[in-house]
């Protein structure tokens, strides 16, 4: 993954689960989570999500004339549910609307999944939801 | 090698085989196509476990060891791995789904074994009343209960079956959920009770109470304090001395001499190196997939098409459950940490729901993993990502409750399993080829049980609620059952009402294959219960 892909892929994770009180995406260790999976069970899906984060920086340009992590929260999140929605503005290898649900899911895997899995950091999200753990 | 008898798989059915089988004195094996895997190795593992599945499996079936080929409505073909929906696997493991299950111990209603008599046989259907009623199996569910070990309300159990002796345990201390769930029927007029589990309420059986963790269905326990196989039967058929558990033991064949008697098993090693064991009697207990596998694998010259079979019997009517549910948004908190989880039930829409054929158990559900949560349990009008996601699983994930239950399947003979022509596993045996439906009957009942899912929960005090109805489709699964039933009548049947196969003095099925119908509630102690019987008379004509 170029520096560039690995950026707005920060940026979608983010998108996906955004900061408040409470760690977003990223700052839960899902980057870590995703990249132990390039190695081992999404190690088949490395192209896949290479050429969709190609095709939304593209889609970033083309409708604001800027990278899509330089755009504003709102911004983001109105891109990802245009795609989500089928509307592209450039062409796409595949679906687009394929490629936000993929990773909406291992988004939710690295966040809400367990930390030995890599995300969900000091069980970030399972403290803020109330999920506890004992033997 | 030569033994007594030999017994294909080691979960709920195979379990009691060996027992019964090794303490009256009989010299058995048993061939167990999974690993023999500690608490450690099954893991925690919220993306790789038998309740939520992302990826391969950590508790068998192994990714490597083969697919299974799904057929669709259209008739297209897809190869399913072990993992992945379509596949309707079980744990496959020592102890089988036992060793990781919810363990719920529900008997069968007696109108569950006459349910072609009780309502008729829908048009297109194979709905059979079974050989056996319920008070055959009563004294054997006694057994099981006691044996392998239930916690349970005698009393409230009492209304709805009759009941020899009470549960050796009483049921686990009632949480939020049921609380909620009582005030709710109470309004409603339903009557509820304790869900029966094969759970350690106290100590018992020498080992531990349950620790009320939250990671039980799906996963191993900590305080080995869930009953199954592993942990009971199978240590006492292997305390006798006189049983061998073989793990990573395929059985390819069931071999037979010319006058159709069966001599042994042909079983493949990890390595792929054949077998063959000798044995005066074989017992299939490997699921009702597999254990219809293995008898269309294994043809001979009476029996072009598996044992068994000449009457095209094997492998039809496969069927499981039909889940129906409702989730509700409660105004107080409803989750309270402590596992199970499934707690208060309600048997009143079991059966006589007017104009429906059958119906079923309503209970709440397991502590609920996280991301499973979020994947199944959210209300369908809310974003599935982005900021108010995120605050919905923070504010909701202790108020949302989910209720709901394994609905009677209406069998369907086209609903079937049969060996696939071309696809092979990796030690070169046909896989199973799975078709069919429910029969379409079967989503009625499923849609009625989903609204009273729902109805149960706004009376319990859920500010919104919303249905999951049961979709159109296989449903095997955890509760494979049906592909080798039981009956009198060779043409319609595979066993007879003892479990041996028909035409066959030596041939036994103890897995939930025998099942004519699957009951409204879940099947493991039924398998249990008829395991005992069909062994115990075994044993007895011996």
Request: net charge negative; with cysteine; glycine share 12%.
């Amino acid at each position: 993954m170029t520096p560039g892909q690995a950026a707005t892929l920060g940026a979608v994770v983010d998108t996906i689960v955004p900061t408040d009180d409470h760690p977003s995406g990223t700052e839960a260790g899902v980057l870590d989570y995703l990249a132990g999976q390039f190695g081992r069970d999404l190690a088949g899906l490395r192209a896949f999500y290479e050429a969709g984060l190609d095709a939304v920086e593209a889609e970033a340009r083309e409708r604001h004339g800027t990278g899509f992590p330089e755009l504003p929260p709102g911004r983001r999140e109105e891109l990802l549910r245009a795609l989500e929605a089928g509307d592209t503005r450039v062409p796409w290898p595949f679906d687009a609307a394929a490629f936000v649900e993929t990773v909406v899911g291992h988004v939710m895997e690295g966040f809400y999944g367990d930390p030995g899995n890599g995300g969900n950091r000091d069980a970030a999200s399972w403290r803020m939801i109330g999920f506890e753990v004992r033997d | 090698m030569r033994v007594d008898a030999v017994v294909i798989g080691s979960g709920a059915g195979g379990g009691v085989a060996a027992a019964v089988l090794a303490e009256a004195g009989k010299r058995v094996l048993v061939l167990e196509r999974g690993r023999d895997l500690t608490f450690a190795e099954i893991g925690r593992d919220h993306l790789r476990n038998h309740r939520l599945t992302r990826y391969p499996h950590r508790s068998g079936p192994d990714y490597e060891d083969g697919p299974r080929v799904a057929v669709d409505a259209t008739g297209g073909e897809h190869l399913v791995r072990p993992h992945e929906p379509g596949f309707h696997g079980n744990a496959t493991l020592v102890g089988g789904g036992t060793r990781l299950y919810g363990a719920q111990a529900w008997r069968f209603l007696p109108a569950d074994f006459t349910m072609a008599s009780t309502y008729g046989v829908p048009a297109g259907s194979s709905l059979a009343d079974w050989p056996i009623g319920y008070d055959d199996l009563e004294p054997f569910y006694e057994r099981a209960e006691w044996e392998i070990g239930v916690c349970g309300d005698h009393a409230a159990g009492s209304r709805h079956w009759r009941r020899a002796k009470p549960y050796p345990m009483s049921p686990l201390p009632e949480g939020l959920q049921a609380a909620a769930l009582r005030r709710g029927a109470t309004a409603l007029g339903w009557d509820v009770l304790p869900v029966p589990l094969l759970i350690n309420s106290v100590p018992y059986g020498g080992r531990a109470a349950c620790t009320r963790c939250q990671h039980c269905v799906g996963f191993a326990c900590p305080a080995d304090a869930k009953n199954g196989s592993h942990n009971t039967v199978l240590s006492r058929a292997l305390a006798t001395g006189r049983a061998r558990l073989l793990p990573e033991a395929v059985a390819e064949r069931v071999e037979c001499d010319p006058s159709g008697r069966v001599t042994g098993v042909r079983w493949v090693d990890r390595s792929g190196a054949r077998h063959v064991v000798e044995a005066e009697v074989v017992i299939c207990a490997a699921g009702a997939i597999e254990t219809a596998r293995l008898l269309q694998n294994s043809p001979t010259r009476r029996e072009p098409h598996g044992l068994g079979n000449n009457h095209d019997q094997v492998g039809r009517h496969l069927q499981g459950h039909a889940y129906a549910w409702a989730l509700g948004e409660m105004d107080e908190p409803v989750h309270d940490g402590l596992g199970p989880g499934v707690s208060l039930a309600t048997l009143d829409f079991v059966h006589h729901n007017d104009g429906l054929v059958g119906g079923a158990m309503l209970a709440d559900e397991f502590t609920v993993l996280p991301l499973a949560f979020w994947a199944r349990n959210l209300p369908p009008d809310l974003p599935r990502w982005g900021a108010r996601n995120k605050q919905y699983m923070r504010d909701n994930y202790r108020r949302v409750m989910r209720v709901g239950g394994p609905v009677q399947e209406i069998p369907d003979p086209e609903a079937r399993t049969r060996p696939d022509p071309r696809v092979r596993d990796r030690w070169g045996i046909p896989v199973a080829r799975l078709s069919g439906t429910t029969h379409p009957e079967t989503l009625r009942t499923g849609d009625f049980i989903a609204e009273r899912a729902r109805e149960w929960l706004l009376a319990s005090g859920a500010r919104r609620a919303w249905a999951a109805r049961a979709p159109l489709g296989l449903h095997a699964g955890q509760h494979q059952s049906g592909t080798c039933r039981m009956g009198d009548d060779e043409r319609t049947s595979v066993v007879d009402r003892w479990g041996r196969v028909h035409g066959h003095d030596n041939l036994y099925v103890a897995d939930a294959s025998v099942h004519v119908t699957n009951g409204g509630v879940n099947p493991v102690l039924t398998i249990m219960a008829l395991a005992f019987r069909t062994v115990e008379r075994l044993c007895a004509e011996w």
